[in-house]
């Protein structure tokens, strides 16, 4: 059974940082691509960041220059390091894997989610 655990979600006023992790654990073979979304309220899912194996990023042009993703492959982890925070950020935060498990079959997993609240 495969799990992403996020952690680091909470309460902070604008301009402040948080950072949140991701872990996966489970039958996982190798990680490729990883990646951290928002949603907002009766919005739609986006794009936050994203990294891959190799550890190039990319990002939503409303958080370049403020959040960054990371990775660490020895623990099967994903953060984002997210500063000068706005009220538009917030948002509940899902990370994603890109899994080869140990019978080799590849799929997408989801995190369950982290309230991100940033107050003005």
């Known amino acids: 059974q495969v799990q992403l655990v996020e952690s680091g979600g909470g309460l902070v006023q604008a301009g402040g940082s948080l950072r949140l992790s991701c872990a996966a654990s489970?039958?996982?073979?190798?990680?490729?691509?990883m990646g951290w979304y928002h949603q907002a309220p009766g919005k739609q899912r986006e794009l936050v960041a994203h990294?891959?194996?190799?550890?190039?990023?990319n990002y939503a042009d409303t958080v370049k220059g403020r959040f960054t993703i990371s990775r660490d492959n020895a623990k099967n982890t994903v953060y984002l390091q997210m500063n000068s925070l706005k009220p538009e950020d917030t948002a509940v935060y899902y990370c994603?894997?890109?899994?080869?498990?140990?019978?080799?079959?590849?799929?997408?997993?989801w995190g369950q989610g982290t309230q991100v609240t940033v107050s003005s």
């Open positions: 994603n894997a890109d899994l080869v498990l140990t019978n080799f079959s590849r799929r997408i997993y």
């Open positions: 489970g039958s996982i073979f190798s990680i490729n691509a």
């Open positions: 990294i891959t194996s190799g550890g190039s990023t």
